[in-house]
Structure formats: structure tokens, C-alpha cells
């Protein structure tokens, strides 16, 4: 089959486009024939071998978690899935097994693999998953649209709607609006639960498309101070819980924007993993700050679900063919987009 591929770790050049053998599907596995898979930061991440993602690349790997495709074989212990079916496929692969999954709470499984980063993923023409980590999509919700949803809802879905219990009433702060992250939380905040939403990015283009997205104020960090004015649009309170999966960078401007009871969500650190805690505001402002790391099977299939009722949609940017996967990398790599950006294989 024809896959992109990494053999070493680098730059946009180590991504090589040739054929690779197919996969069989596990008697718990269905296969896939991959139609669009989505790029996220964890492949760019996986692909230079950076931020604990070294692997031993004896054999060549396979890059891509977010899969929508089609399904075309299925392993002899699959009940719920069949040929033909359209699914999306949770990237993060559990293994049912352990306290934390036999509980439900599979984002806390203690030995995970990852799709694509730790085992072979969807930049290729078949990949196989356990057939549990699969959603069928409904008729008019396209691949494309699908690949785009699971690594960035996920983590939006399970830190606003059940760790952070974001209300109505209450205000959030969105860093980085353009990215895949950020375009989801806003549609989660504002579409799904319909609380306030003030978004920050880079310039004022992307600050229109987060307003057409959702977002009720946009702060330019380039060229605004993002603590005066989220202190301006609460009146001085703050807000109640912030998205923030971009790490050091933002830190102290978000932190000291949160109001008394906030809370504090993670689920990135592209700038930086450190940051310095006022330990003191903390308990005195009766705050949280916590970590989310994608989320559950079930919400993937309650975010598809809203998806196909056009709640919330996947922002797709651009879309690349398979073999032109370094372009897209270069793409992911200038920060020049809003959404995500999407491989195609037809
Ligand atoms: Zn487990």
C-alpha cells in the first residue's frame, strides 16, 4: 500500500512516500481504508523525535491518528462494527483492562498507545484499530470534516463539559483561537453549553474568523494586553475557567486573568512545559488548575453526533494529498492557518 513514513527522525525531508505492506486486522481489530486523516502537532512532534517523542525506528513508522475511512475487513472477535461501515477512530488506544478503563475513565489508562505515534497510524492507504476505538458517521458528514475533530475535541470536550462543569453563565478565555484546539473549545463553549467566549490570536484576520466561529470578544495578543483587557470585558472579574494548550508562553497573562473559583484547563505546551504558580492566589481565589490528555470513547461519539446535527463543525483549513504530507507539515510548522489541516486519499 502507499504510506508516508519516517525511517529517522528530522526535519519535513525525512517524510519519504513509497509502499509498505499491508496490515492485517487482530481478531479484535476492524481495518481501514484511510480516506482523510488529520495533522495535528504531535506528528510534527513524533516526525523530529522531540518532546518525549523518540522512537526506535527500526522499522519504518507511520505517522497520523485522526482516521476516517472506511471499513474493508474486519477481526473474527468484532461484533458492533461491519463492512463498508464509515467510521472515525479515537486515536488513543486503551487497554481496557486496567482500573482506570474497566471504570470508564480510559483517559487515565495506565498503559495507552498512541495512533500513529506510538504505533502505525493513518497516513497510509489501510491502517487497523481496535474496533472499540471507532464512531460511525452519519450520511453528509464528510471524511474530511471527521479527521478533523477527534485529537482536538476530545480534550475540549472532557476539560469544559465534565472537569472544568463550564456554565452558561459564566465566561471563558480561549488561547490561540486559529489553532485545531482552539477552534474546537470555542464551538464547545459557546455552540454546546452557551457560555461567554473571548478568544485570543495573533492578528486580526483570525480574530474575524473567531468571531465567525463563535467567540464573543477576541483580544490581538500581538498587539493588545490580554490581562487588561479580559480584566475590561469581566469588569474586572476575570474569567471563570481558561483553555489553554499552549503552554509557558501565556502563563502569567491567563493565569492572572482567572476570577475567585476558577479554573485552569491544559491540555498543550507547544511554547514550554514550566511556568511559575502563585501558590497564594490559588488558595485565597479558591482556584483549580488541572490537566486534561484527550478524553473517552464516549465523547468522541456525543461530539460526532453534534457534529452531524450542525452544533459544531470541523474547521478544516486546507487539505493536502497523501504524498504531498511535508508540504502539509511545512504548512502545520508556519502557523499560517486557522483549523486544521487535513491528508486526503481518495
Ligand atoms: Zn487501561
Given at each position: 500500500m502507499k504510506a508516508v513514513y519516517i525511517k529517522e527522525h528530522g526535519g519535513v525531508d525525512v517524510l519519504e512516500y513509497g509502499d509498505l505492506p499491508e496490515p492485517n486486522p487482530s481478531p479484535v481489530q476492524v481495518k481501514i481504508r484511510v480516506k482523510a486523516c488529520g495533522i495535528n502537532r504531535l506528528d510534527v512532534f513524533t516526525r523530529a523525535g522531540v518532546r518525549g517523542m523518540r522512537m526506535d525506528l527500526t522499522n519504518p513508522h507511520i505517522l497520523g491518528g485522526d482516521v476516517a475511512g472506511e471499513v474493508v475487513g474486519i477481526g473474527s472477535e468484532v461484533k458492533h462494527v461491519?463492512?463498508?461501515?464509515?467510521?472515525?477512530v479515537n486515536p488513543r488506544i486503551t487497554c481496557g483492562q486496567c482500573r482506570y478503563c474497566i471504570s470508564g475513565a480510559q483517559e487515565l489508562c495506565v498503559s495507552p498507545i498512541g495512533l500513529g505515534s506510538t504505533v502505525n497510524g493513518g497516513y497510509a492507504e489501510y491502517v487497523c484499530v481496535p474496533s472499540v476505538n471507532t464512531v460511525s458517521l452519519p450520511e453528509g458528514l464528510s471524511y474530511e470534516e471527521a479527521a478533523a475533530l477527534p485529537t482536538v475535541f476530545m480534550p475540549s470536550w472532557n476539560m469544559l463539559i465534565r472537569r472544568a462543569n463550564l456554565q452558561p453563565w459564566e465566561t471563558v478565555l480561549v488561547l490561540s483561537a486559529s489553532s485545531g484546539v482552539g477552534s474546537a473549545a470555542i464551538q464547545v463553549a459557546k455552540n454546546v453549553i452557551g457560555s461567554t467566549v473571548?478568544?485570543?490570536?495573533?492578528?486580526?484576520?483570525?480574530?474575524?474568523?473567531a468571531t465567525a466561529l463563535g467567540a464573543d470578544r477576541v483580544i490581538v495578543y500581538?498587539?493588545?494586553?490580554?490581562?487588561?483587557?479580559?480584566?475590561?470585558?469581566?469588569?474586572?472579574?476575570g474569567v471563570?475557567?481558561?483553555?489553554?494548550?499552549v503552554g509557558s508562553d501565556f502563563w502569567p497573562a491567563a493565569s492572572a486573568s482567572l476570577a475567585p473559583g476558577g479554573r485552569y484547563?491544559?491540555?498543550?505546551?507547544?511554547?514550554?512545559?514550566?511556568?511559575?504558580?502563585?501558590?497564594g492566589m490559588l488558595f485565597i481565589r479558591?482556584?483549580?488548575?488541572?490537566?486534561?490528555?484527550?478524553?473517552?470513547?464516549?465523547?468522541l461519539r456525543q461530539i460526532?453526533?453534534?457534529?452531524?446535527?450542525?452544533?459544531?463543525?470541523?474547521?478544516?483549513?486546507?487539505?493536502?494529498?497523501?504524498?504531498?504530507?511535508?508540504?502539509?507539515?511545512?504548512?502545520?510548522?508556519?502557523?499560517?492557518f486557522f483549523g486544521k489541516l487535513i491528508l486526503t486519499i481518495p
Open positions: 461491519k463492512l463498508g461501515d464509515r467510521v472515525v473571548i478568544a485570543t490570536t495573533s492578528s486580526q484576520d483570525k480574530a474575524d474568523k500581538s498587539k493588545e494586553d490580554i490581562k487588561s483587557r479580559v480584566k475590561e470585558f469581566t469588569n474586572g472579574r471563570d475557567v481558561v483553555v489553554d494548550h484547563g491544559i491540555c498543550g505546551v507547544t511554547s514550554g512545559y514550566t511556568a511559575e504558580l502563585q501558590m479558591n482556584q483549580t488548575v488541572f490537566g486534561v490528555f484527550m478524553g473517552r470513547q464516549e465523547e460526532v453526533e453534534l457534529v452531524s446535527r450542525g452544533t459544531m463543525r470541523g474547521v478544516v483549513d486546507q487539505t493536502f494529498p497523501l504524498q504531498q504530507a511535508s508540504e502539509a507539515h511545512k504548512a502545520m510548522e508556519s502557523l499560517g
